[in-house]
């Protein structure tokens, strides 16, 4: 018996997702399509990946015994509740199952498993249909391809390498690196969410999930208003030129890098905005002569002028020199606010507006 997932749960899902690719940014796997499931598994604390082929040769099994062993010619995760180790085995001995790529989404499922902590919470080392009931077995294995098709398949991602235009199943299957079948199901979902979206329109991301996805598969984001050319952080909200919110995404091809103050190593203009004084490579945020923030912050609560003084972000306390508005809430930055920076439209870098693209892509 199957009980169908609720919505509440495929967005837990989705939000444990983006947890699990920014714990893997952090970690230093380089992110990107095809995604790196190997790399990726290998980043989980504690884990090691072990393929089949490899078992099988220290241990001196064969492809019968391997699969009596973990029970599957799939894939499967063991979970040391006294080490907090996890081995993940995966089948690279049938051709069908590397050929067809079958093996990476067996390997994002079992992380599903494992960053959904299915194995701490039920107190299983392994997760065999007769140690638990068919009922949360099966609750279990969808909530683990769930976390699969979305981990492989990343609709804003997808949509900037195919820079927003309509993809087909074998274009998927090539550049996701998934099966046939898995491309059948998956093109589906994707289109679902191209129509819903208004991308064969617009080529805009608005919702907050997609928005920290493209950041975190992107290098950079090129702004729908301003056309600048930002480099993709997690947490912004905001285009630091414009204080646009909805950004579209490419690697920065015919956007615009609008000029900043001259700054030195710390980020600290050679002189004061204010008061022009030149001492400025100092240990302080404030000018010793007027009292003035030396670096780039976010002024929309507050200008606020004492040091430990809290900003809308932590931080937004240090925001490019460039930034006309804080990325992370849209409020008005110190250099914009004092008129060190101009309006955008009047900077030298602006584009006249017939100039401006419709479409980054």
Known sequence: ???????????????????????????????????????????????????????CKR???????MIEYTQTDDACSDYDVSTERTLIYYNDIDANKTKSNR???????????????????????RLFRSTISDVLYNQLEDEADTFAAYLLVPHAAVAILSKGQLIYQKWLS????????????????????YNANGLQKSHKLKDSYDLQIARLFSHYFTCKICKSKNASKYGWEYCPVCGEREF??????NAMIYSSLNVNEL?????????KNEETNIAGDFCQ??????????????????????????????????????????????????????????SPENLDEDDIDELPF
């Not at 018996?1 to 837990?12: A, L, T």
């Open 1 to 55: 018996m199957r009980i169908p997932m609720n919505k509440q749960r495929k967005v837990e899902i989705k939000k444990s997702v983006l947890s699990f690719v920014m714990h893997c940014k952090k970690a230093g796997v380089n992110i990107g399509l095809p995604v790196p499931v190997k790399a990726m598994a290998k980043a989980l604390p504690k884990c090691r990946v072990i393929p089949y082929s490899v078992h």
């Open 267 to 275: 980020g600290k203009p050679y002189s004061c905005p204010i008061c």
């Open 248 to 253: 579209l995404y490419d690697e920065g091809e």
């Open 289 to 346: 002569i007027c009292g003035a923030r030396l670096a780039n912050h976010c002024v929309a609560q507050a200008d606020l002028p004492s040091p430990g003084s809290v900003s809308c972000c932590e931080d937004a306390a240090h925001l490019p020199d460039n930034a006309r508005y804080c990325p992370y809430c849209g409020g008005e930055t110190f250099f914009f606010a004092r008129g060190i920076l101009p309006e955008w439209r009047n």
């Open 103 to 125: 093996y990476r989404w067996n390997i994002a499922h079992e992380i599903g498993h494992l960053w959904l902590k299915h194995h701490i919470k039920y107190k299983e080392t």
């Open 174 to 193: 090539q550049n996701c690196r998934i099966s046939n079948p898995a491309a059948h199901q998956r093109i589906t979902y994707y289109r679902q969410w």
């Open 59 to 65: 241990y001196q099994l064969t492809r019968k015994q």
